[in-house]
T-cell receptor, first 112, second 115 residues
């Protein structure tokens, strides 16, 4: 089967740093993506890792270890607007058009 | 530049009916994927269209079918609706080749309620 595991909920305070972990078990793997979804909104792309290591984009960073089937999303200097659901997603075929297999999502609540 | 658009925004149907959802991809994109997102869950891949053909399919029954038009827009059809089909249906567009990273652009979705 194919599965992605991530925590269901995380709570942090404004200005803090939070890490959302994702472990995966899939039949094909080309990369790990992270998407943000606000209530009632469309998922929006945050980052993508195809190779081991850390990718940094502003306040957000994403890490991948292919040998451990593990990745994480790191959010720094948390802001209230970061309260949303965060999904890790595995690309099961190459390129940017492949089928995405999503985790169940992590609800992040940022408190003042 | 318009992003991905979907219509309608909301839809209420009864069991056994049929529904058609529509999606216009982001300008320049040639590939459309459809996802079903139940409340509190992650999106689940239904299928993907490129060059007017279904290229990949997820674990969904034949009641779910689709189409892509020459202008790259797409339709999702669901026949013989079940209560369990109630969900947010998301359309995502991308390039088949090229583009940056693995980004798929999602539309705002169609909220389908089956009574």
């Amino acid at each position: 089967g194919q599965s992605l595991e991530q925590p269901s909920e995380v709570t942090a305070v404004e200005g803090a740093i939070v890490q959302i972990n994702c472990t995966y078990q899939t039949s094909g793997f080309y990369g790990l993506s992270w998407y943000q979804q606000h209530d009632g909104g469309a998922p929006t792309f945050l980052s993508y890792n195809a190779l081991d290591g850390l990718e940094e984009t502003g306040r957000f960073s994403s890490f991948l270890s292919r040998s451990d089937s593990y990745g994480y999303l790191l959010l720094q200097e948390l802001q209230m607007k970061d309260s949303a659901s965060y999904f890790c997603a595995v690309s099961s075929s190459s390129g940017n058009t492949g089928k995405l297999i999503f985790g169940q999502g992590t609800t992040l609540q940022v408190k003042p | 530049d318009a992003g991905v658009t979907q219509s309608p925004t909301h839809l209420i149907k009864t069991r056994g009916q049929q529904v058609t959802l529509r999606c216009s991809p982001k300008s320049g994109h040639d590939t459309v994927s459809w996802y079903q997102q139940a409340l509190g869950q992650g999106p689940q891949f239904i299928f993907q269209y490129y060059e007017e053909e279904e290229r990949q399919r997820g674990n969904f029954p034949d009641r779910f079918s689709g189409h892509q038009f020459p202008n790259y827009s797409s339709e999702l059809n669901v026949n013989a609706l079940l209560l369990g089909d109630s969900a947010l249906y998301l359309c995502a567009s991308s390039f088949m080749t090229g583009g940056a990273g693995n980004e798929q652009f999602f539309g705002p979705g169609t909220r389908l309620t089956v009574l």
